[in-house]
C-alpha cells in the first residue's frame, strides 16, 4: 500500500528526514517511536503533503501511485488520514458541518453522490458510538475550547467517518485519560479491515497493548534505526532510546 | 489620474462588452451639473414645486461643499460635469437566450446557484410567459395593501403620497448632512418608499424585487422606510448576483425612521457592484448615506450589511437613538480582494435614556485590498444608563493587504458602558492545511474558514439571503489564496 524509499526532507534548509525507507501493507499496523524532536510528525506531515516541509529526495508510493507529486487534498480523497498531534482550531464552523463538507469532498472524487442530510446524521449517529464522542462537541465549531483529550477524540471521530485506507495517528494518545485511552483504541481497533492500515505515532508502550502492531520501528534523528515486532516496544520503554543509539552509532562504525 | 476620468468617461459612455446595459435614447439630460439640469429632472419627473425647492437647495448648498477626504481611501478627483445625471428608465435591451451573455457572468451566476430563469431576468433576457414577475409582483402587493402597508418607488410615492414623504424626506440626513448626500438630495433619479402603519407586522421580507418600475433605479438611489407604532418591517436592499452598471459614480441616500414607540426596521443589504478588474481598473464608487432614527420608545433599527462589491466602499450606517430605551445595531461584513477599498462602520448616538446598541464588524482583506473599520459611539449627557457593546474583527488573506481600525468614542455621562474589542487575525496556513487534510480544496477551505469567522453577521441575515451571502463570500474571494 505504501512504499517509502530513501525519503529526505527538510523545513527551512534544515533536514529533518535523513533517508526514511518504510513498507506497510494492507490490513497492518505499524508503530513508529522515538525521542522528541527526531522527526516523527515530520514524516506524517510529508505523508499528507504538508507545503511547508519540502521532500528534497527519495521517493513514496501509495498504490503504486507517486505519493509527494499530490496534492494534500487529494491524498486525503483517495484514502491518507492524519490525525494532529495539534488538532486545529476552525472559529464559527461547526465540526459536524465540517466533517460533511470532507465527506462530501471525498465522494465526490470517488465519483460517489454527496451525502443527503438525513444518511448523513445517520452515520455520525452510528459513528458517535463508536469512539463514544460528546454529541455537544458536534455541534461546537472545530475544536475550539475542546479540551485536550476531547481535540484527540474528534480525530478519530473525523476517522470514523471518514474511513480512510491509511490512517496515521499522531500520537493521539497523549493527552487522552485512562478510560478514553482504551475506548479511541478500541474505535481504532474496529475500523480496521484487511484492506486498510493504520501508522501509530507514540511515545508510550500502553497504547500499543490496546493496539496492537505488527511492526514496531524507532526513528532516531530523521532515520529509522531499528524496527522490529511489538516486543521492541517493551524493550524501548524498560531501556530508553539510548540503547538503540548506541547500536545505531556501533552499526554505523563497523 | 487620467486613467480613472477616462473610465468614467467609457463607464459613462459606452456600453459593456457584453452587452449587459441599459439603452439610452434621447430621453437623457446632458452631460454635466446645473441648475438647470435639477430642474430638468424634477420636471422630467413631473414633481410638485416644494420638492423641486428642495432639490435647489440641496444643489446650492452641495456647491459650497468639498469632497471629503478623510476616509483612508484613495481615487483621482471625480469630474462631476463629467456625469449624466438624467436618464429615463427605459427597458434593458433585451437578449435572445443566454448564449448571447458574457460565459463569465454566466459561470458566476451559476456559483452563486442561481437559478437559470433568474439569470435570465438578471442579464435581460426576454422573460418567457412562465414567468411573468410582473404579476407576481402585483400579487404580492395587493396582500400588502390589505394591511395598509404602502410599498412603491420613491417616485409614486411623491405623486400618490405626498405628505407623507414631504414629512420623513430629509428628517433623518438632512439634504446639506454631507457632500454626497446632499448631492443625491438635489439629483436623486428614483428608489423605494415603504410605509408600515401602526400595529401592523409585515408578515414577508420587503424587497426591491417585487417592487414594480425597479428596472433602472440609477446611481443616485433614494429610500425612506418609516414605521409606526407597534410596527415591523424587514428590509432586503440588494442581491448576490454581480452588478454591472455604466455609472462609476453611486451616491445612494437611505433614511429609516422608527417613529412610533416599539417599532422596529430591520434592513439587510448584500452589495455586489462591480469591484473592478484584477489591476484594479474600473468599479463602482460607492458613496453612501444611510442612517435610522429611533424616534419611538423602545423602538429598535438594526442593520445587516454584507459588502464585497464596489471598487470603494465609503458608508457608516448609523443609529440616532432619541426614544429612551431604544435600540441600534449594525452587523457588516466588508470583503475587499484585488484593488478595492472599503472604510465602512456606524455611527450609534445615544440620545435617550437607557438606550442600547451593538457594533460588530468583520472585516476580510485579501489581494491588495484595503478595509478600515471608522466606528463613532457617542453617549449624550442625557442618555444616563446606555450602553454600547462593539466588537471589530480583522482577517487577513496574504500579506500584501490591509486591514484598519479607527474607532471613536465619545461618552458624557457616568451611569453608562461602552465596551470596544477589536482583533486582526490571519488566516491560518495550519487552517487551511487542517481542512485540505480533510479532502477540501484551498478555495473551499478558505471559504469555510472566512465563513465561519463571519458568522455572528449572518446569523443575523434573512434566512435565503445568508446562504446567499454566503456563496458569494466564496466568490468573491476566489483564488486568493494561493
Ligand atoms: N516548521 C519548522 N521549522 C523549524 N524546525 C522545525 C519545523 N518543524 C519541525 N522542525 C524541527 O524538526 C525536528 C523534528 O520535529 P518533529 O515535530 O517531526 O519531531 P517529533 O519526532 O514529532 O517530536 P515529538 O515527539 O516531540 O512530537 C525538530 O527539531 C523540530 O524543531
Ligand atoms: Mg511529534
Redesign the pocket.
Known amino acids: 500500500m505504501l512504499e517509502i524509499k530513501d525519503l529526505h526532507a527538510s523545513?527551512?534548509g534544515?533536514e529533518?528526514l535523513n533517508g526514511i525507507n518504510l513498507k506497510v501493507h494492507a490490513g497492518e499496523v505499524h508503530a513508529i517511536m522515538?525521542?522528541?524532536?527526531?522527526?516523527?510528525?515530520?514524516?506524517?506531515?510529508v505523508l499528507a503533503g504538508r507545503e511547508?516541509?519540502e521532500a528534497t529526495q527519495g521517493e513514496v508510493l501509495y498504490d503504486g501511485k507517486d505519493l509527494l507529486s499530490m496534492s494534500p487534498e487529494d491524498r486525503a480523497r483517495e484514502g491518507i488520514f492524519l490525525a494532529f498531534?495539534y488538532p486545529v482550531e476552525i472559529p464559527g464552523v461547526s465540526n459536524i458541518y465540517f466533517l460533511k463538507a470532507a465527506l462530501n469532498a471525498v465522494r465526490r472524487h470517488k465519483g460517489l453522490e454527496e451525502v443527503d442530510a438525513v444518511d448523513f446524521l445517520q452515520l455520525v449517529k452510528q459513528r458517535t458510538k463508536l469512539v463514544e464522542i460528546d454529541e455537544s462537541l458536534l455541534n461546537r465549531p472545530v475544536n475550539e475550547g475542546f479540551s485536550g483529550g476531547e481535540k484527540k477524540r474528534n480525530e478519530i471521530f473525523h476517522m470514523a467517518v471518514l474511513e480512510p485506507k491509511l490512517a496515521i495517528l499522531?500520537?493521539t494518545d497523549s493527552g487522552l485519560d485512562i478510560d478514553a485511552l482504551r475506548i479511541v483504541a478500541d474505535g481504532v481497533n474496529k475500523l480496521r479491515n484487511k484492506d486498510n492500515a493504520v501508522i501509530v505515532?507514540t511515545?508510550y508502550q500502553r497504547l500499543l497493548n490496546y493496539i496492537v502492531p505488527d511492526f514496531v520501528h524507532v526513528?532516531v534523528d530523521?532515520r529509522i534505526v531499528k524496527s522490529g515486532g511489538k516486543e521492541l516496544a517493551f524493550e524501548l520503554e524498560e531501556k530508553g532510546y539510548e540503547w538503540v543509539k548506541e547500536a545505531d552509532r556501533a552499526a554505523i562504525q563497523a | 489620474m487620467n486613467t480613472e476620468t477616462n473610465t468614467i468617461e467609457q463607464l459613462a459612455n459606452s456600453e459593456y462588452k457584453w452587452g449587459f446595459v441599459t439603452d439610452i435614447e434621447a430621453d437623457a439630460a446632458p452631460k454635466g451639473l446645473s441648475e438647470g439640469i435639477v430642474r430638468f429632472i424634477s420636471a422630467k419627473k413631473n414633481e410638485p414645486e416644494w420638492l423641486l425647492e428642495w432639490r435647489l437647495k440641496a444643489y446650492r448648498h452641495w456647491l459650497t461643499m468639498t469632497e471629503p477626504r478623510w476616509p483612508n481611501v484613495k481615487y483621482s478627483v471625480i469630474d462631476y460635469q463629467d456625469i449624466i445625471y438624467y436618464s429615463a428608465p427605459k427597458p434593458k435591451k433585451e437578449l435572445k437566450s443566454l448564449d448571447e451573455v458574457d460565459p463569465e457572468l454566466l459561470r458566476t451566476y451559476e456559483k452563486l446557484g442561481i437559478s437559470l430563469q433568474e439569470q435570465e431576468r438578471l442579464s435581460g433576457v426576454a422573460v418567457d410567459a412562465v414567468f411573468d414577475s410582473v404579476s407576481v409582483a402585483t400579487t404580492f402587493r395587493e396582500k400588502l395593501m390589505e394591511l395598509g402597508i404602502i410599498f412603491c418607488s420613491f417616485s409614486e410615492a411623491v405623486h400618490n403620497h405626498p405628505d407623507l414623504v414631504r414629512k420623513y424626506l430629509g428628517s433623518v440626513v438632512p439634504a446639506n448632512d454631507n457632500f454626497f448626500a446632499a448631492l443625491n438630495s438635489a439629483v436623486f433619479s428614483d428608489g423605494s418608499f415603504c410605509y408600515i402603519p401602526k400595529g401592523v407586522r409585515c408578515p414577508m421580507e420587503l424587497s426591491t424585487y417585487f417592487r414594480i418600475n425597479a428596472a433602472d433605479t440609477g446611481q443616485f438611489e433614494r429610500t425612506l422606510i418609516v414605521a409606526e407604532e407597534n410596527s415591523y418591517v424587514s428590509y432586503l436592499e440588494g442581491c448576490t448576483a454581480p452588478m454591472r452598471d455604466k455609472n462609476q459614480l453611486h451616491a445612494a441616500v437611505v433614511e429609516l425612521i422608527a417613529v412610533g414607540d416599539n417599532s422596529q426596521i430591520k434592513y439587510s443589504t448584500v452589495q455586489n457592484w462591480y469591484p473592478g478588474d484584477k489591476e484594479g481598473r474600473g468599479g463602482i464608487y460607492n458613496f453612501v448615506t444611510k442612517r435610522g432614527k429611533c424616534a419611538g420608545k423602545d423602538s429598535k433599527i438594526s442593520w445587516t450589511q454584507v459588502e464585497t462589491g464596489s471598487a470603494i466602499t465609503w458608508k457608516y450606517p448609523s443609529v440616532l437613538l432619541q426614544g429612551d430605551n431604544s435600540v441600534g445595531e449594525f452587523y457588516s461584513v466588508a470583503v475587499v480582494n484585488n484593488y478595492q477599498q472599503a472604510d465602512t462602520g456606524s455611527k450609534m448616538i445615544h440620545i435617550g435614556k437607557n438606550t442600547r446598541s451593538t457594533i460588530v464588524s468583520k472585516g476580510i482583506s485579501a489581494g491588495r485590498g484595503q478595509n478600515s473599520y471608522r466606528g463613532l459611539v457617542e453617549v449624550k449627557k442625557g442618555a444616563s444608563r446606555s450602553r454600547n457593546f462593539s466588537q471589530c474583527d480583522s482577517l487577513l488573506l496574504g500579506d500584501k493587504c490591509g486591514a484598519h481600525t479607527f474607532p471613536y468614542i465619545e461618552v458624557k455621562n457616568t451611569s453608562s458602558k461602552v465596551e470596544h474589542e477589536a482583533s486582526t487575525s490571519k488566516i491560518g496556513e495550519d487552517q487551511i492545511f487542517y481542512c485540505k487534510q480533510r479532502g477540501l480544496s484551498t478555495e473551499d477551505a478558505v471559504n469555510l474558514i472566512v465563513n465561519g469567522f463571519c458568522k455572528e453577521v449572518f446569523r443575523e441575515l434573512p434566512m435565503e439571503f445568508a446562504v446567499e451571502a454566503q456563496k458569494l463570500l466564496g466568490v468573491s474571494l476566489e483564488g486568493s489564496v494561493g
Do not use: C, F, M, R
Not at chain 1, 34 to 42: D, V
Open positions: 523545513v527551512n534544515n529533518i522515538g525521542p522528541n524532536g527526531s522527526g516523527k510528525s515530520t514524516l506524517a506531515q511547508t516541509y498531534q499522531d500520537e505515532v511515545h526513528l530523521g
